[in-house]
T-cell receptor, first 121, second 112 residues
Framework: DARVTQTPRDKVTEMGQEVTMRCQPILGHNTVFWYRQTMMQGLELLAYFRNRAPLDDSGMPKDRFSAEMPDATLATLKIQPSEPRDSAVYFC???????????????????FGEGSRLTVL | DAKTTQPPSMDCAEGRAANLPCNHSTISGNEYVYWYRQIHSQGPQYIIHGLKNNETNEMASLIITEDRKSSTLILPHATLRDTAVYYCIVRSYTGTASKLTFGTGTRLQVTL
């Protein structure tokens, strides 16, 4: 089964350290999303890419977070410097979204990875 | 994307149908209704989506009212493994891509 792969699954780090989370989307998918989930805020959209180009990163704290897609098989989310309030589960999702013409051409389903649990001490 | 309103929690006996309601009174004509669920600590999982017609797949049925202001997700024979948070989302296909914005969802507890 094709699936979205995220690494690391768990990360514990100290405040001020750089953290990089990686995501391998499903081959052939044209859109990648990064979400963050906490008990207080639920699932928040941080950023998303289409055909590797960033479309919207308005949900992401710009001063410390950055998201990139260096190639079609890798998306990264970097936090530098990390803070305790960044502790959360970070999910990556990919999908083959409608590109033009008939929106019923695909389901628009997003496939989520298992998440990266980040704890910043 | 239009805002949705769901009850925070529901209970259902195993083997019975679970009917999860969702209000989306401000939905616009080009917005689809999506349902996802999240089983504890896993990533969200797609269930079903629809525009205006009722839809059914191997997981569930989606009933959308004629005015499209509300919908109901039906799990016909709930099992303990269906215990999860269920998210109703409305999403447009405008532009070059569209966001999937999650609300707080409904926590469904299936009991023996």
């Amino acid at each position: 089964d094709a699936r979205v792969t995220q690494t690391p699954r768990d990360k514990v780090t100290e405040m001020g350290q750089e953290v990089t989370m990686r995501c391998q989307p499903i081959l052939g998918h044209n859109t990648v999303f990064w979400y963050r989930q906490t008990m207080m805020q639920g699932l928040e959209l941080l950023a998303y890419f289409r055909n590797r180009a960033p479309l919207d990163d308005s949900g992401m704290p710009k001063d410390r977070f950055s998201a990139e897609m260096p190639d079609a098989t890798l998306a990264t989310l970097k936090i530098q410097p990390s803070e305790p309030r960044d502790s959360a589960v970070y999910f990556c999702a990919s999908g083959l979204l409608w590109t033009s013409g008939d929106p019923s051409a695909n389901t628009g389903e997003l496939f989520f990875g298992e998440g990266s649990r980040l704890t910043v001490l | 994307d239009a805002k949705t309103t769901q009850p925070p929690s529901m209970d259902c006996a195993e083997g019975r149908a679970a009917n999860l309601p969702c209000n989306h009174s401000t939905i616009s004509g080009n917005e689809y209704v999506y349902w996802y669920r999240q089983i504890h600590s896993q990533g969200p999982q797609y269930i079903i989506h629809g525009l205006k017609n009722n839809e059914t797949n191997e997981m569930a049925s989606l009933i959308i009212t004629e005015d499209r202001k509300s919908s109901t997700l039906i799990l016909p024979h709930a099992t303990l493994r269906d215990t999860a948070v269920y998210y109703c989302i409305v999403r447009s296909y405008t532009g070059t891509a569209s966001k999937l914005t999650f609300g707080t969802g409904t926590r469904l507890q299936v009991t023996l």
